[in-house]
């Protein structure tokens, strides 16, 4: 059975890090390529950030870009949230995701239905 399991959240101060792991089980890992994203109080869910399966593309929306990157380790089945510079407005649930369907050198995925497995959810709370 096709598992992700995210780990790592917590409660920080603002200016803080944290990273987020998410553990893959049940799929063949280095052919997904991967996604987090988060969903804040009374927010819709979205993306931040997401990385092809070969060649370590890697994509961010400039909510993040140049605090958060996205790594993947594929010989431990998992793949990396740093986050850096954490803002109250970072406060989420965070989640990983996996897409099958992106194949390609580089391929990464940026819309959500796209994605075929889900975890469960960790929460990141930033305090001011």
């Known amino acids: 059975q096709e598992q992700l399991v995210e780990s790592g959240g917590g409660l920080v101060q603002a200016g803080g890090s944290l990273r987020l792991s998410c553990t893959a089980s049940?799929?063949?890992?280095?052919?997904?390529?991967m996604g987090w994203f988060r969903r804040a109080p009374g927010k819709e869910r979205e993306l931040v950030a997401a990385?092809?399966?070969?060649?370590?593309?890697?994509y961010y929306p400039d909510s993040v870009k140049g605090r958060f990157t996205i790594s993947r380790d594929n010989a431990k089945n998992t793949v990396y949230l740093q986050m850096n510079s954490l803002k109250p407005e970072d406060t989420a649930v965070y989640y990983c995701?996996?897409?099958?369907?992106?194949?390609?050198?580089?391929?990464?995925?940026?819309?959500?239905?796209?994605?075929?497995?889900w975890g469960q959810g960790t929460q990141v709370t930033v305090s001011s």
């Open positions: 990385i092809s399966w070969r060649g370590g593309i890697t």
């Open positions: 995701a996996a897409d099958m369907d992106c194949l390609g050198y580089g391929c990464y995925e940026v819309r959500q239905y796209e994605y075929d497995y």
């Open positions: 049940g799929l063949t890992f280095s052919g997904y390529a």
